[in-house]
């Protein structure tokens, strides 16, 4: 009864800790379940807040018609915003088209053909795109990209005519292309990046097989590679077109700020994002103008969602089936 | 050596000249088409510099933008100082709750139903257009006028935050997963209870990481104007106090770039120049960071 029964200091349970020793870890683990929690409810926050925000334009026009009508008339009131949505899906498509077959290229060559010492060194260079902010690149394309290539752009708009949406009278400085085109530069370093970590994940004794049986180095990546890699550039390309539809500042210097369906891609447009930025200060007044461009922006978060879900069950997948982790997004 | 190729041709039959010439023409591509991915790349900084270069002077980064159309115009004192304190404010902000989150996935909910939400809509943020984050700062802090002011240099940071939040997450989310379950074993079994095994053990295994990831968070947010054209806005004068409007380069250079003015033009460029230096510098210490751990074994 005196030492050895009671509960023994240095006995058995000599582990157990008072309740108050157990205090800061409890303190710890629920803080950060309550952070990490916390972050749930704020994104359910931010799309309410949004919705409610945007209320009165689709009270007024209809959810339908806000998105699908062809018709942005601040001065009249009259918000309709297919061209806008129509400008984001162009300019994306755009910069999907050139930069992705671009993007795939740099990884294959970074991968299999590039001499060893030079890989780091080409790798940063093209990670460094990347690094320059929207705005500046908005800046260089505004005073170099735009001027320099508006005659190429007349050359090709006029001996292309019969190609669908390319023909036009004249060529606008700011244009659809410029800001497709800028777009595709900035999304190359995200699908370059995240291609060339699918296409290391293809097994060695693949492509040695392929090697192995007599296939030219070509051959050997059009056969062994890209099928098994397939997944995973699709996955980064879905990233980068994410990217592309909410890229903002670059875009609204370069696409001309013209709410009017083009019949080219040479003619000035408008886009989402855009037009947010541009109008942003003007609508801080009206509204109806306001919860119009608020109602721009839920579009933006709906289809940047879309497209980014997809994306990353793409690109999880396709880390599945190799057994590296694939580092996104950053 | 003569048996050996023929024994070679028996198995494989030459290459036709179709076949090599695909090969050959297909490798030239890829070599272009890499050459081509750079060219955007050495233009930029090659024009920035040719046109920003004669900006810089020692009155660009010691006086504020005067706003005088036909006098002096002053130059980007205001911006500088305020994308410093606005993004600084915005790690101080995304940090610890980015790294806490990160800590919350690896160290307790793992592969819980919690946990796997959680990794889903860090996610989902990191697609979110940036103007979009920008709206929604606007619409919560700015609108009800939180703490007092409408546009202020605090909720530019609030919004860059939320687009810090993902990044510093996934990236500390990954470096925390390397630090070996030995290590934490072995804590736990000396009797070390679990935020201590967290704090002495997982967090400085990781450090290297966790800074070189946040480190390239703030150089993304750096670059970022649309979020802060309605929360923090473009002023003139520099000021210290984040309860205030701030200035930020981006936000200057988005200004200043189609001025009829060439001067201000200009300084658009030399402002462009002060950024991309600032955020190569930044990018730079998180790489150099990142080789010398990597050169150390842990990563």
Same mark, same amino acid.
């Given at each position: ?330 | ?184 074993? &072995? =804590?736990?079994? /000396?009797? #070390?209870?679990?935020?201590? @095994?967290?704090?002495?053990?997982? +967090?400085?295994?990781?450090? %290297? ?61 030399? &402002? =462009?120049?002060? /950024?991309? #230096?600032?955020?190569?510098? @930044?990018?730079?210490?998180?790489? +150099?960071?990142?080789?010398? %751990? ?6």
């Amino acid at each position: 009864m005196e030492a050895g029964t009671q509960a023994a200091p240095g006995g058995g349970r000599s582990l157990d800790r008072s309740p108050l020793a157990r205090l800061p870890d409890r303190v710890v683990r629920i803080g950060l379940t309550a952070i990490s929690a916390a972050i749930l409810l704020l994104l359910a926050y931010f799309f309410v807040k949004l919705a409610l925000e945007a209320r009165p334009v689709f009270e007024k026009f209809g959810v339908l018609n806000f998105v699908f009508e062809n018709n942005w008339d601040v001065s009249k009131g009259i918000y309709g915003a297919l061209p806008l949505l129509v400008g984001t899906l162009i300019t994306s498509a755009l910069a999907l088209t050139i930069g992705v077959p671009v993007a795939v290229a740099v990884a294959l060559f970074l991968t299999e053909l590039c001499p060893r010492r030079a890989r780091g060194s080409l790798t940063v260079l093209v990670d460094m795109l990347a690094a320059v902010p929207s705005v500046v690149y908005g800046l260089w394309a505004f005073y170099f990209l735009i001027p320099k290539l508006k005659p190429v752009e007349q050359w090709f708009a006029d001996t292309f005519h019969f190609v669908p949406f390319v023909a036009t009278e004249n060529v606008a400085g700011p244009n659809y292309f410029i800001a497709g085109l800028i777009l595709a530069i900035m999304i190359l370093p995200i699908v370059s990046a995240i291609s060339r970590e699918v296409l290391s994940t293809v097994p060695a004794d693949q492509k040695e097989a392929s090697l192995a049986l007599g296939a030219t180095r070509w051959e050997m990546i059009r056969t062994s590679m890209l099928p098994y890699a397939r997944r995973g550039i699709v996955g980064g390309s879905m990233l980068g077109l994410g990217r592309a539809i909410g890229e903002t500042i670059a875009v609204t210097i370069v696409i001309g700020d013209n709410p009017i369906l083009g019949h080219s891609i040479f003619d000035q447009g408008y886009t989402l994002a855009a037009v947010i930025a541009n109008e942003f200060s003007e609508a801080a007044s009206d509204p109806l103008h306001k919860a119009a461009l608020i109602g721009a922006g839920l579009v933006l978060f709906v289809l940047t969602l879309l497209v980014n879900s997809v994306a990353r069950l793409l690109v999880i997948r396709s880390e599945r089936q190799g057994s590296k982790p694939i580092a996104m997004g950053v | 050596m003569e048996s050996a190729s023929l024994a070679q041709r028996a198995v494989l039959p030459p290459v036709s000249p179709r076949r090599r010439r695909t090969d050959r023409m297909v490798r030239a591509l890829l070599w272009l088409a890499t050459g081509v991915a750079i060219v955007p790349l050495v233009l930029v900084i090659f024009y920035i510099l040719s046109k920003g270069i004669g900006a810089l002077s020692v009155e660009f980064f010691t006086t504020d933008p005067t706003g005088d159309f036909l006098g002096a115009k002053g130059g980007v004192k205001s911006a500088i100082l305020g994308t410093i304190e606005i993004v600084g404010f915005a790690a101080l902000l995304a940090v610890p709750l980015g790294v806490g989150v990160a800590l919350y996935l690896t160290e307790y909910g793992r592969k819980g139903r919690l946990a796997q939400a959680v990794r889903f809509f860090v996610d989902v943020m990191t697609g979110v257009p940036s103007i979009v984050f920008g709206l929604f700062i606007y619409l919560t802090l700015v609108l009800a006028g939180t703490g007092g002011s409408s546009f202020a240099g605090w909720k530019g940071s609030a919004a860059l935050a939320l687009l810090m939040l993902p990044v510093v997450t996934r990236s500390a989310e990954v470096v925390l997963n390397l630090v070996p379950d030995s290590l934490r074993e &072995a =804590a736990l079994a /000396l009797g #070390a209870p679990r935020w201590k @095994v967290i704090v002495r053990v997982v +967090l400085p295994s990781a450090a %290297s990481g966790i800074v070189t990831g946040s480190l390239l968070a703030v150089a993304r947010a750096a670059g970022e104007t649309a979020p802060l054209l309605f929360t923090a806005t473009i002023v003139k004068a520099t000021t210290f106090d984040l309860n205030q409007p701030m200035n930020s380069l981006p936000a200057q250079i988005f200004q200043d770039l189609k001025q009829p003015n060439d001067e201000l033009v200009q300084r658009a460029w030399g &402002a =462009a120049v002060t /950024l991309v #230096a600032m955020i190569l510098i @930044v990018t730079l210490i998180a790489k +150099l960071i990142q080789r010398r %751990s990597r050169a150390m074994g842990v990563r």
